[in-house]
């Protein structure tokens, strides 16, 4: 009775777990097909949130190391920088950057030392007008017969990052006119050998990038140098061919530093340069460049009035620069400013402006997914700080796209966004790809000469979902791979379970062993059947103890020495306990009381009762008995068997 319940309880174990097995293969394949269903285009432009992740950005705690050539290359007619206007390009960065700065001269100047670099003081903080004051003061002009140690000079730099964690935002500048030389290393080869194996790698380390600026450089070999320096620091070089261009450059390059618009005036046919300040206009600097002192510099306001230093006015002064730092807000006016440099030839008007102008790219969002074969539309916005505003006629916005996928490449294109019926929002789509990939878009606005980008979208192109399967063979078709590939080991692994369970519960219900041997020789030597089994014949053999596992018994040679090479095992039920035979015949023979019991063909197995005597030629050797001897003398044997714990006595 007891294996047709086993039956029947394994049976009912087998279709929970079949129907377990149904279950969790459905749910995985359900979210298998919900990864795919189906999501309609999106057909219209909706207003997000305006707030956009901000690069990071030079601030009050940020550092820039100038590190400036003051050779004498750059002095007389003849000269790089004639006119000295490095100098003044140097100081007007001391009065735009918003943060800490320090000068590096090389070669020393106050006092003249032509191998040696001038530190100026160390590091100034420019919000503290006093000390700006200062550095500008202290930075000298070239000397004639100065060299050029540019690796001094970049030592000098590093030891100032070196001296605390450095500061977001931190950069460094490079202004020279040819290669390093010493009079120890008069062809520079030792300085550009440590400036390439040794600094390079401890500036892009520190993250601070070097900007490089080569005036008028002829050599290759300078170029390259220069070169070398901002790219292996994460910056960039420019070639410059005057000191004006270089003015130029540096300017702007603050500007994009400080995400500022940078704007370059012309002059009018009146000598003047206009600056239009409109109401998007949040601070605006008037930089305005001379060739000479001799040339005044004047500002006129919208409403005809000389700009001076005043209520949102800040004003800065020196022999080739006047800037003039705007707060738009009231008594500052919008409109039209006009400056004015006499007649001088060589002068350049800039204006800075931190505008109120912002782009946001309303769709796609940044978790959109743009489709393979079919083209995404394009969203944008102009936004007055935070909130939209009507526009004025010709506003201009272009959607720069980049499409990138392994194995093609990269693909470009520009695509004009159009106003919708909502004069602040733009449109357009993106061209068609047909592989999968990666594309990223920026949308650029002109809109009354400021110009202005968004913060990228970047999105992923996958090929289009299918629409949702209304058959079983529909899903099935689309999902058996997914599903075969989780549902094949899925069932191995709950057949191996179902095996080991079913397993387990045969032998669970297979019967322990039981019972003792006592040696016929001396009542009290004892053998424990139960106890000291290997556990492969617990697990494999449980209700059988073969002779030869009783070989392998601690006490098995002591006691039963008489059966080891019999082939005979003890078989084990819930009721019985039989002594079988396992080869073809056996000497010894069970005695019950009188009776004999001895193997033959037709007997295979004899049952075994408390107190039988197993005979071996005629002698009984051992008993067998369902419980231990029940009192034992004398010393135990080193083995451990017969009372319960299994200790042996003799």
Known sequence: MHWLSLLSRSRQICIALLFFYIVLASGLALQVASAHEYRSDETGCAPISTTSAKTTRPNAQSLLIVMLDRSGSLTGVNGTDPNDLSTSVTRALADLWPGKMAVTTFPAVS????????????????????????????????????????????????????????????????????????????????????????????????????????????????????????????????????????????????????????????????????????????????????????????????????????????????????????????????????????????AQVYWLVDTRLQVHITAPTKDATVYTGKAALICAALYKEESTFTLKPGAVLHALTTFTAPGQAEQSSDVTLNQQGSQDSFSGQTPIYNKAGTLKIVVQANYEGTHQGSEPVTLSVQPPPLPPCTSFSCFWQRNQGKILSIGIPAAIALILLLSALLWFLGWRRKAEPRGYLVSARNSQMALNLREHRPLTARLFSKSIITTSELARHPNGVTVATSLLDEPLAFAFTHENTFLRLTGASSNIRVRHNIEEKQFGEAVREIRLLDGDELLKNNVAVLTFQISGPGTFTGSPLPFQYGNGRGNIYQ
């Open 111 to 346: 006092p003249y030392q032509p191998d040696q670099v001038g530190s100026l003081g160390g590091i100034y903080n420019l919000t503290d007008s006093t000390q700006r004051e200062t550095l500008k003061n202290k930075i000298p002009e070239p000397d004639p017969n100065g060299n050029t140690p540019l690796g001094p000079a970049m030592d000098q730099a590093l030891s100032l990052l070196n001296k605390g964690p450095v500061p977001a935002g931190s950069r460094a500048i490079v202004i020279t006119d040819g290669l390093p030389n010493m009079s120890s290393d008069p062809n520079g080869q030792q300085q550009i050998d440590h400036i390439e194996k040794d600094l390079l790698g401890k500036f892009h380390t520190l993250g601070v990038p070097i900007n490089t600026f080569g005036l008028k450089i002829t050599q290759s070999s300078a170029n390259d140098l220069l070169s070398t320096i901002a790219k292996e620091t994460g910056a960039s070089y420019t070639p410059v061919q005057s000191s004006g261009e270089l003015a130029q450059q540096v300017m702007q390059m603050n500007a994009d530093w400080l995400g500022l618009q940078f704007h370059c005036a012309t002059r009018d046919t009146d000598d003047t340069y206009a600056i239009d300040i409109n109401d998007l206009t949040r601070k605006a600097d008037i930089i305005t460049f001379r060739s000479d002192p001799q040339y005044p510099i004047t500002i006129t306001t919208p409403g005809g009035n000389r700009l001076i230093q005043g209520t949102g006015v800040q004003q800065s002064l020196d022999k080739h620069y006047e800037i003039s730092g705007l707060d738009v807000a009231p008594p500052i006016e919008e409109g039209k400013y006009k400056v004015s440099v006499g007649n001088d030839p060589g």
